[in-house]
């Protein structure tokens, strides 16, 4: 758009106007010559419109984005109250952050190394089963599991798998459900106190950080 008033305030001044004018100033003689010079470039340069609908495109998914990581922000409470997710880390911890992770999510594992060596973080976990119908099924014996948090760490940490668990495992749809509703698009997801996320396996460094500035 700040293309196009450019290049009609300077269609004005090719035009005779001392200054760039608003359209209320312009004689309809003059609103007529400028956009005729505004439709024949773009006659000459259809790559033009093609470039703005994209940038359009762009700032709508920034905006969609922003919005939606807002909305989660305003769930906070809801989000660490939630039956759909389990605690693991320092139940006692000062900081608290929120992780949506796959089974089958090899980055989820090293992020994991990387949790370890932070002390004082609840991290209040969503099994968030979106890698296929292996995924689904290994979630749901982590969920029905009598000890969610041990063997969610035991799987993680040292590849020992969950037996077969069988328990109504409805959390773990809601929780896909609710992902998509808030364009959480990968695992691992990281959603900090503020509202604010983090894709993918970040170093312990930058997750201290963000606590820091989040809490």
């Known amino acids: 758009m700040s293309f196009f ?3 009609a305030a300077g ?12 359209a ?14 505004v439709h024949d470039y773009l006659l000459s340069n259809p790559e033009v419109v093609r470039q703005a609908i994209d940038e359009l495109g762009k700032r709508e998914k920034v905006a969609e984005a922003a919005t939606r990581e807002k909305a989660v922000g305003q769930h906070g409470d809801k989000i660490v109250n939630s039956p759909n997710q389990a605690v693991v880390g320092n139940p006692g911890g000062d900081v608290t952050l929120v992780e949506f992770f796959d089974y089958n999510c090899g980055y989820c594992k090293q992020f994991e190394r990387e949790l370890k060596t932070i002390d004082n973080v609840t991290v209040y976990l969503f099994l968030y ?8 099924s290994k979630s749901r014996d982590i969920w029905c599991s009598k000890d969610k948090a041990k063997t969610w760490t035991d799987w993680m940490t040292a590849g020992v798998k969950p037996e077969t668990g069988n328990c109504d495992a409805a959390a773990l749809q809601r929780n896909v459900e609710f992902g998509r509703k808030y364009n959480i698009t990968g695992t691992p997801t990281l959603i900090f106190a503020d509202g604010t996320r983090a894709p993918g396996a970040i170093p312990a460094a930058q997750v201290e950080k963000q606590l ?3 809490n």
């Open 5 to 7: 008033i450019s290049l």
């Open 11 to 22: 269609a004005c001044l090719a035009l005779g106007a001392a200054t760039p004018l608003f």
């Open 24 to 37: 209320e100033d312009l004689s309809g003689k003059q609103k007529v010559e400028i956009e005729k010079v």
């Open 129 to 136: 089963p979106v890698l296929g119908p292996d995924s689904t």
């Open 212 to 214: 820091a500035a989040a």
